[in-house]
């Protein structure tokens, strides 16, 4: 029998799908083998998410057919400025080295990002997220976030709607670096729903669009660190149900 | 069957729905072909159109390449505003100049060449740029290079209304839908609007790509003005 846990103001099933997460009080380790969704029904439209940090970019809950979503406004990007507060929020995730992390995320300013405060270090299992295109003159890009190290160096896979393709990028130092492109083009329409999805066991690095497989990758390492979710430049997409499952090795 | 009845379905839908979001989103612009399409002073788009194609600094680096291309497209400078209606209607294309295919070959060597220069904002001015997104809108090849090495640019250096309408465009002849809202096309004496998805957010877009609002862009393509 399933048994429901709370943890900290999330519900989570062990050994089972969810609950919700309308915010996350501290950052933690879930259980191995729990699901954990953040709905955002308890985030407030309007304002920047309580269950994300965002570092980077102009992330804000916002409504959208009945439901919470979260919206990386690309329209913003072109002013050029870093998400508000970047320090505290830096200093929030990462305490003493948090300077080393905002010299490297200010190289990044074309990458908006947001981490997710509720779990400290990902090291195995899924992650996923559905999103939504609504625009982006230069890019429409959706990407889940991880391995996110305190001095700011990262891994992201991301599908892009002006090249149609999914994308694993590293970025270290400051330099961003293609690592492996999917080999199927898929083309997504604006205005619908999507999932996209990875899952990490130690150097495999597997990912899914719409369930559809996409990346099967030997990693230089094994991974460990935050996660989040990730765009780049003037896109503009919204994010919902964003779902972790850490399991063992 | 399923899949023609959905095509189908979808040429009827996506007029209506436009339609039905201009109507929702835009009391101030007349739809009737008769009236004017009034532009507010002073609107977002047009300042930022006002501001981006502004030649007055003459800060461009390759003033040869700029006479060259303003002559191929038929243009003079400075151009009149605004400079992107954002309003195409298949088969009516812009009258270019009589160099127009040989700078269209000569955009080609340019465009093959990568590392190599290419007519940016910074290189030929805001007119030099529009002249080469005129000029590549019937070569379908060379409208796909000139495309992704607009959006390789930036804003800074490519003009996101031009962008976002040659985007449309090209989305079109490729088999897809349109995502601005830009496109049209006359049937038996009407305009009308080609496929397009994602019609809800069509405004959230065009701002971002400083094009007027949909309900503006209808009433262009519905009165020719």
Not at chain 2, 157 to 171: K, Q, Y
Request: glycine share 10%; aromatic share 8%.
């Amino acid at each position: 029998m399933r048994k429901m846990i709370q943890v900290a103001g999330r519900w989570s099933l062990v050994s089972g799908v969810i609950l919700s997460t309308p915010h996350v009080a501290a950052a933690q380790k879930p259980a191995v083998g729990s699901t954990t969704k953040v709905s955002f029904s308890g985030e407030t439209p309007g304002r920047e998410p309580k269950s994300f940090a965002p570092m980077v970019g102009s992330w804000l809950m916002q409504r959208d057919a009945g439901q919470n979503v979260l919206f990386i406004d690309g329209r913003v990007w072109k002013r050029g400025q870093p998400a508000g507060g970047l320090a505290d929020k830096a200093r929030e995730l990462y305490g003493a080295r948090n300077e080393e992390f905002i010299e490297s995320i200010k190289a990044f300013a074309y990458y908006p990002i947001a981490v997710y405060k509720g779990l400290d270090d990902f090291e195995n299992g899924e992650i996923s997220v559905r999103f939504q295109m609504i625009g982006g003159t230069l890019d429409r890009c959706a990407g889940i976030l991880f391995n996110v190290k305190p001095n700011g160096d990262y891994l992201t896979v991301r599908y892009n709607g002006t090249e149609d393709n999914v994308v694993l990028w590293t970025f270290n130092n400051g330099v961003r670096k293609f690592v492996s492109r999917a080999p199927t083009l898929t083309p997504l329409e604006l205005g619908t729903w999507h999932t996209l999805k990875i899952s990490v066991h130690g150097t495999s690095l597997k990912s899914w669009l719409d369930d559809k497989p996409m990346h099967d990758y030997t990693l230089s390492g094994p991974v460990s660190g935050k996660i989040g979710v990730w765009s780049k430049t003037d896109s503009m997409i919204e994010f919902a149900d964003f779902t972790v499952t850490p399991t063992a090795k | 069957m399923k899949r023609s009845l959905l095509l189908a379905l979808l040429a009827v839908a996506v007029p209506t729905l436009a339609s039905a979001q201009a109507k929702k989103q835009a009391p101030q612009h007349a739809l009737d072909a008769g009236q004017a399409c009034r532009v507010v002073p002073g609107a977002g788009w047009m300042k930022k159109q006002a501001e981006w194609f502004d030649d007055s600094k003459h800060d461009w680096t390759n003033d040869t390449l700029r006479t060259q291309l303003l002559a191929a497209a038929g243009l003079t400078a400075p151009l009149s505003m605004p400079v992107q209606r954002g309003v195409q209607i298949a088969g009516q294309d812009p009258q270019l100049g009589p160099t127009a295919a040989a700078m269209t070959e000569m955009l080609k060597k340019m465009a093959a060449q990568r590392g190599g220069e290419w007519p940016t904002k910074s290189v030929v001015g805001a007119a030099g740029v529009h002249a080469v997104y005129l000029l590549s809108q019937s070569d379908t090849g060379l409208g796909r290079a000139v495309l992704h090495r607009m959006m390789e640019a930036g804003p800074a250096e490519s003009p996101s209304a031009d962008v976002a309408t040659f985007e449309d465009r090209l989305r079109l002849v490729w088999g897809r839908k349109q995502i601005y809202g830009t496109q049209f096309r006359s049937e038996n004496g009407k305009i009308v609007l080609a496929p397009m998805e994602d019609s809800a957010h069509a405004d959230l877009r065009r701002e971002d790509a400083a094009l007027p609002p949909f309900s503006l862009g209808l009433c262009f393509a519905k009165t020719g003005r």
